[in-house]
């Protein structure tokens, strides 16, 4: 059983509002290709292949079926994952440490302008009797969520709508971001009500892209052609799956799985992380995630922190240098391959406007948004794994 894995290589498509000259199949392709050009490997010493895929975004049924040709992956294992691109990273993981496979493709993609109705899609993520009959909004549990995170926390609104202004500012650094434009409290606030208290700029806008990650044990990683991004550790969870016995105003799935991830890591505390990608689907997401993952002692010293500048890139603790959702776009199931992609970077020192001062250590944190509670933690590291 290998014990060390790291990523060994990354494609990636540049986000955009919609790419109506462009099928997923190019841009997997094109992900792909850059991917393996990055990993310096050929696509037959690849021995497995996971994409992350929502059936109804898709439009289409047993939607690994249409990945295969796009990746190289020709009379080859291929692994359908509905869920986020980060347990995807964890699923090639457990592949290569069972010792089934030595090299592992990890892929997922959005086509977000192709749905034209979202909402639709995702009423029928609620129950069929008690609650899609309500006819809201799904949004509005976010926006329930939030009234009980920030009466339970005593943070305020506007210092969730900072976060949309600190993470719009680091996008304008990326090249692969889709919504790098300049806010401010007030056109934040300004905004309308998209089901209070979340205001329009509050929420990310979908984005189309692509993301390839290539995973592999640790004698090739030994032999990778760009120094290799190590995984200190994984987790995944899934909080309440109703609506009327989940635990509001807390991220129990983050928590969860941060915490399997910090063991495996052998990290007593966030303290010792460097810098984090964490979801920021709704602007109070990012703050209620980082209290998940244990980073602050009190949840109100997030609210402090993000007022202080403490998230900043040049602050103390590092939170979504990307741009995060808000300011890259929300890509479906590829949203946490983007927050890899920022880690692979950093760690690389190839972050370029954005390159960090430290980071040897990075979290990436991902949700699958509302109804759902599920969520992903994967840090990486630019040592492998102590002991």
């Given at each position: 059983?290998?014990?060390?894995?790291?990523?060994?290589?990354?494609?990636?498509?540049?986000?955009?509002?919609?790419?109506?000259?462009?099928?997923?199949?190019?841009?997997v392709f094109?992900?792909?290709?850059?991917?393996?050009?990055?990993?310096?490997?050929?696509f037959?010493?690849?021995?497995?292949?996971?994409?992350?895929?929502?059936?109804?975004n898709?439009?289409?049924?047993?939607?690994?079926?249409?990945?295969?040709?796009?990746?190289?992956?020709?009379q080859?294992?291929?692994?359908?994952?509905?869920?986020?691109?980060?347990?995807?990273?964890?699923?090639?993981?457990?592949?290569?440490?069972?010792?089934?496979?030595?090299?592992?493709?990890?892929?997922?993609?959005?086509?977000?302008?192709?749905?034209?109705?979202?909402?639709?899609?995702?009423?029928?993520?609620l129950?069929?009797?008690y609650?899609?009959?309500?006819?809201?909004?799904?949004?509005?549990?976010?926006?329930?969520?939030?009234?009980a995170?920030?009466?339970?926390?005593?943070?305020t609104?506007?210092?969730?709508?900072?976060?949309?202004?600190?993470?719009?500012?680091?996008?304008?650094?990326?090249?692969?971001?889709?919504?790098?434009?300049?806010?401010?409290?007030?056109?934040v606030?300004?905004?309308?009500?998209?089901?209070?208290?979340?205001?329009?700029?509050?929420?990310?806008?979908?984005?189309?892209?692509?993301?390839?990650?290539?995973?592999?044990?640790?004698?090739t990683?030994?032999?990778?052609?760009?120094?290799?991004?190590?995984?200190?550790?994984?987790?995944?969870?899934?909080?309440?799956?109703?609506?009327?016995?989940?635990?509001?105003?807390?991220?129990?799935?983050?928590r969860?799985?941060?915490?399997?991830?910090?063991?495996?890591?052998?990290?007593?505390?966030?303290?010792?992380?460097?810098?984090f990608?964490?979801?920021?689907?709704?602007?109070y997401?990012?703050?209620?995630?980082?209290?998940?993952?244990?980073?602050?002692?009190?949840?109100?010293?997030a609210g402090?922190?993000?007022?202080?500048?403490?998230?900043?890139?040049?602050?103390?603790?590092?939170?979504n240098v990307?741009?995060?959702?808000?300011?890259?776009?929300?890509?479906?199931?590829?949203?946490?391959?983007?927050?890899?992609?920022?880690?692979?970077?950093?760690?690389?020192g190839?972050?370029?406007?954005?390159?960090?001062?430290?980071?040897?250590?990075?979290?990436?944190?991902?949700?699958?948004?509302?109804?759902?509670?599920?969520?992903?933690?994967?840090?990486?590291?630019?040592?492998?794994?102590?002991?």
């Amino acid at each position: 059983m290998s014990e060390q894995v790291a990523i060994i290589g990354i494609g990636v498509v540049p986000l955009q509002p919609t790419t109506p000259r462009y099928s997923f199949k190019e841009m997997v392709f094109e992900a792909a290709q850059k991917a393996y050009a990055d990993a310096g490997i050929s696509f037959d010493e690849i021995d497995s292949f996971v994409t992350c895929a929502e059936d109804f975004n898709e439009g289409i049924s047993i939607f690994d079926e249409y990945t295969p040709d796009q990746l190289g992956c020709r009379q080859k294992p291929m692994h359908t994952l509905t869920q986020d691109g980060l347990h995807g990273i964890a699923d090639a993981l457990m592949q290569i440490r069972a010792g089934v496979a030595e090299i592992v493709v990890v892929e997922a993609h959005s086509k977000a302008s192709n749905i034209l109705t979202p909402d639709w899609l995702l009423d029928y993520a609620l129950d069929p009797i008690y609650t899609r009959p309500l006819g809201f909004t799904p949004h509005a549990l976010a926006a329930m969520d939030m009234q009980a995170f920030t009466h339970q926390t005593g943070i305020t609104p506007s210092q969730c709508a900072e976060v949309v202004i600190k993470n719009r500012l680091n996008a304008r650094d990326n090249p692969l971001a889709a919504y790098a434009v300049e806010s401010n409290r007030t056109s934040v606030e300004a905004s309308p009500y998209f089901s209070f208290p979340l205001h329009e700029e509050e929420l990310a806008r979908a984005a189309d892209g692509c993301v390839v990650v290539v995973v592999a044990n640790e004698t090739t990683a030994s032999k990778a052609a760009k120094r290799p991004a190590w995984i200190l550790g994984t987790g995944f969870a899934n909080d309440s799956p109703t609506i009327e016995s989940r635990r509001w105003g807390h991220a129990e799935y983050a928590r969860l799985a941060a915490q399997s991830a910090f063991r495996q890591a052998g990290i007593k505390t966030a303290h010792e992380i460097d810098f984090f990608e964490v979801d920021d689907t709704y602007a109070y997401k990012e703050l209620q995630h980082l209290i998940a993952l244990g980073l602050y002692a009190e949840p109100i010293e997030a609210g402090r922190a993000i007022e202080s500048g403490a998230t900043r890139r040049d602050g103390r603790t590092p939170v979504n240098v990307s741009g995060g959702a808000l300011g890259m776009g929300l890509p479906l199931e590829a949203h946490g391959l983007y927050r890899i992609v920022e880690l692979v970077l950093q760690l690389r020192g190839q972050a370029g406007e954005r390159q960090l001062s430290r980071a040897k250590i990075g979290v990436a944190q991902s949700w699958r948004g509302v109804p759902t509670t599920s969520g992903a933690v994967v840090i990486l590291g630019a040592e492998p794994p102590r002991g």
